[in-house]
């Protein structure tokens, strides 16, 4: 499985923006994306987005459409993720996926996580 090395995060106010960014150790298969979760203490893991590694192709969680954008360099086998105008509840650990599937009835990680990087927003 890809080793997952994230970076970014951080204390913000609302309103405000951060990066996150994911190296991975090897490129996910064809036909798979990569991608970010979020979890709060107690809750399940949330979906943030996906990227396709061949296309390009995006996919976002209806809490973050308009405000994330995830991206990917295929050179740098790198994924990020832009989240701007982020709010308290934005606030949670957020993981880097590797081998992501993107199906009609949801999006799942079959790969590795990473360590998880925390994102703290304040009101």
């Known amino acids: 499985q890809a080793q997952l090395q994230e970076s970014g995060g951080g204390l913000v106010q609302a309103g405000g923006s951060l990066s996150l960014s994911c190296k991975t150790s090897?490129?996910?298969?064809?036909?798979?994306?990569m991608g970010w979760w979020r979890q709060v203490d107690g809750a399940w893991r949330e979906f943030v987005a996906a990227?396709?590694?061949?296309?390009?192709?995006?996919y976002y969680g209806d809490s973050v459409k308009g405000r994330f954008t995830i991206s990917r360099s295929k050179p740098t086998s790198t994924i990020y993720l832009q989240m701007n105008d982020l709010q308290p509840e934005d606030t949670a650990v957020y993981y880097c996926?590797?081998?992501?599937?993107?199906?009609?009835?949801?999006?799942?990680?079959?790969?590795?996580w990473g360590q998880g990087t925390q994102v703290t927003v304040s009101s």
């Open positions: 990227v396709g590694w061949d296309d390009g192709a995006t």
């Open positions: 996926a590797s081998d992501v599937v993107v199906k009609p009835d949801g999006i799942e990680n079959f790969g590795s």
């Open positions: 090897y490129r996910p298969w064809s036909n798979y994306a």
